[in-house]
């Protein structure tokens, strides 16, 4: 028998699986592929502890002077001009939003105002 048939699924009108029935299958099809072995679970664990071993052993790397502080300081310098105009940059579309936010505030009271309008021409047009 399917998994669809195991399942239990409604078939739709044209004999394809609902989409609850399209949920139920691929959860069938996920739960048999979940390996719940003692050495999965026991290799996990391993490779989550060995992992903050090889950072830190990069931070000493760079405690102990492997690079030359000249060339950190001007990457330190660069990054920071960058920064600089990242946040002249952001602060000039800031302001282009302020304007196109008055425009549309000022556009919407214009359209407000003709409906308004509009309405007391067909009001007087009817009498």
Not at 60 to 78: C, F, I, P, V
Not at 92 to 101: A, D, L, W
Request: proline fraction near 2%; aromatic fraction near 4%.
């Amino acid at each position: 028998m399917s998994l669809a048939a195991n399942a239990g699924t409604v078939v739709g009108l044209r004999g394809s699986l609902t989409p609850t029935g399209r949920r139920v299958v691929k959860r069938k099809m996920d739960d048999s592929g979940n390996e719940s072995s003692r050495n999965g679970r026991y290799a996990t664990r391993t490779t989550a502890k060995a992992t903050p071993a090889k950072v830190n052993d990069c931070a000493t790397d760079a405690r102990n002077g492997a690079s030359d502080g000249g060339e950190g300081l001007a990457a330190l310098q660069h990054v920071s001009e960058l920064l600089g105009d990242c946040r002249a940059e952001f602060a000039g579309f800031k302001q282009m939003i302020r304007g196109q936010s008055e425009l549309i505030h000022t556009q919407q009271e214009t359209i407000q105002d003709l409906k308004e309008s509009a309405e007391e021409q067909m009001l007087d047009g009817c009498f």
